[in-house]
């Protein structure tokens, strides 16, 4: 796969669930999409993250991704998916907290307090587990499956 195909693969994705989440009102992120070799992937922040002064998210794809069907499509037949939609999925929650939680409600900040230290790095706060309730209600499922899958 050329790097351009997956990276409409990954913006299909995006809008895919997007779409099932985020009003259309509000406007899409930018997706960027980048390749690493072994040793730029191993540096600091060489990761996936939603930027909200840019209303972006980054993925991050190791170069010989591109050659590993699993690493692209995961497990098709035992229906496992591959660990970018994972991460491409926890992003968009990121958007949605930034974008649609004005307020921490009592189910974010009562889920917050049972799995404390459940993710680290900033931007894990009450508002996140909010928008974990809100798009697992969305996605028809409990927040724990949710959970799982991000
Ligand atoms: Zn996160």
């Not at 794809?61 to 035992?78: C, K, Q, R, T, Y």
């Amino acid at each position: 796969m050329t790097k351009d195909e997956l990276t409409e693969k990954v913006c299909a994705e995006y809008e895919a669930i997007r779409s099932s989440l985020i009003d259309s009102s509000i406007p899409k992120a930018r997706i960027q999409v980048d390749f690493l070799s072994e040793t730029e992937i191993s540096k600091p922040n060489q990761v996936p993250a939603y930027f909200q002064d840019a209303h972006k998210i980054r993925m991050v794809f190791l170069e010989s991704d591109l050659d590993d069907p699993l690493a692209i499509n995961g497990f098709e037949f035992s229906g496992q998916k591959p660990v970018w939609k994972t991460e491409l999925l926890h992003e968009i929650i990121h958007e949605y907290q930034f974008n649609c939680v004005p307020v921490a409600t009592e189910a974010g900040i009562q889920l917050m307090k049972s799995l404390c230290g459940n993710f680290s790095g900033p931007g894990h706060d009450e508002k996140f587990y909010t928008a974990i309730c809100e798009c697992a209600d969305k996605l028809g499922l409990t927040p724990e499956t949710l959970l799982k899958n991000i």
